[in-house]
């Protein structure tokens, strides 16, 4: 039987292994140096806007919320395609999650229905950019004017992603990225969060460290309730030698969906009834490769007839209204068609940049075998 290929593996190389060992040995593994470097390189990327790293993609958007003012009595909008974390920080601050249903196509927050979501208590839009696509950004922004509302972008999956050229973060309001492992470029956990200006940024520093603040040797202060959520040098030391490799990973990335929608023929669609991912190659990082399956086959009978033959496939992501938790807020069945049918049937086929095109050709061979008949 051929060797396991998973949905996602992280490539960290030998340098960055290197690196680890020498901020062990450093003496200083906690938030320190490779912090600050990590931050200010990712800033440098970002077109010089300001930058704090964080120990999850989770806390900087409920940071981003908290520095926005955003709570009680608030409307923030968000998609029911997404992992459940980006709805939870909206329960968290105490305000109301309101979502909108997706494209059938992009499987995108649909910014139609984002307009017509909108009402006199909305204060902010938390879009997603699933597999790192993102929606269109000057519509988003159009939107977020119009009506004074707050934008935190959940770019958790689109490093390396870009809208007319820019880089995904490098221009807008707030911007999230998650650094957890299975993200094109790794922490093994971490974040980071684009800010506007040093207000902001002295605010997020404060939130991730129990709202302190230092003044020369020995001046502690404390005026705003903050959790513990600071990156190590350790996650940063990995975070350098990853994001060195950016480029070589998001190219890889492209190159392999080139290489899935070559091998699956301009007829998959027609022959199997199956969906595939809008063809990007300019903006999206492909974070993930994902297709959606046709009703005749069960997710789980596909998940697991890929495993028989060694391939594991992912699920990203069941819709988030149909959790318990939603439900008992008053969502159920229904309320977003697209989102559950496409919730019902996608799947993430492998797509990490340590596969090579016969890993592709491998896994479309098998799949086409599963869906024909
Ligand atoms: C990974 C992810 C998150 C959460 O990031 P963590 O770093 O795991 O906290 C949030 N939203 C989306 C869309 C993600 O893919």
Redesign the pocket.
């Known amino acids: 039987m051929s060797e396991f290929l998973p949905f996602s593996r992280p490539s960290i190389d030998e340098a960055t292994i290197a690196s680890v060992a020498e901020t062990l040995r450093s003496g200083w593994i906690t938030s320190g140096p490779k912090v600050q470097e990590f931050e200010k390189q990712l800033s440098d990327y970002f077109g010089g806007r300001l930058v704090r790293t964080f120990n999850?993609?989770?806390?900087t958007?409920e940071i981003a919320l908290r520095i926005a003012g955003i709570g009680q009595g608030d409307e923030v909008i968000t998609t029911p395609i997404?992992?459940v974390?980006?709805a939870n920080v909206i329960l968290e601050i105490g305000a109301t999650p309101v979502f909108a249903d997706v494209d059938p196509v992009t499987r995108n927050i649909d910014l139609d229905k984002v307009e017509a979501a909108i009402t006199p208590r909305t204060k902010a839009i938390i879009p997603?950019y699933?597999a790192g696509k993102p929606v269109d950004m000057d519509r988003l922004y159009k939107i977020a004017a119009k009506h004074k509302l707050r934008l935190v972008e959940?770019a958790?999956?689109a490093i390396g992603s870009t809208w007319q050229g820019k880089p995904i973060g490098s221009f807008g309001d707030f911007v999230s990225f998650?650094?957890?492992a299975?993200?094109n470029i790794t922490t093994s956990?971490?974040?980071c969060l684009v800010l506007n200006n040093p207000e902001e940024a002295a605010l997020a520093e404060k939130y991730r460290l129990q709202g302190v603040t230092r003044s020369g040797y020995d001046g502690i202060e404390v005026d705003v309730l903050g959790g513990k959520f600071n990156m190590t040098d350790i996650a940063a030391a990995i975070g350098l030698g990853q994001f060195a490799q950016l480029n070589v990973i998001t190219a890889q990335r492209r190159k392999l969906a080139r290489h899935y929608f070559a091998t699956l023929g301009k007829d998959f669609e027609a022959q199997t009834g199956a969906q595939l991912p809008p063809a990007d190659f300019e903006n999206t990082n492909w974070h993930l490769f994902q297709i959606v399956l046709p009703e005749r086959i069960t997710r789980a009978d596909f998940m697991a007839r890929m495993k028989d033959k060694n391939i594991g496939i992912g699920y990203h992501y069941a819709p988030i209204h149909l959790f318990k938790l939603y439900r008992a807020l008053g969502f159920k069945e229904g309320m977003f068609p697209i989102a559950e049918r496409v919730g019902r049937q996608i799947v993430s086929l492998p797509m990490f940049a340590a596969m090579n095109e016969s890993d592709v050709e491998r896994m479309c061979a098998e799949m086409l075998a599963v869906l024909k008949n």
């Open positions: 999850s993609g989770t806390c958007m997404s992992w974390a980006t997603v699933l959940d958790a999956q998650s650094f957890q299975n993200k956990e971490g974040g």
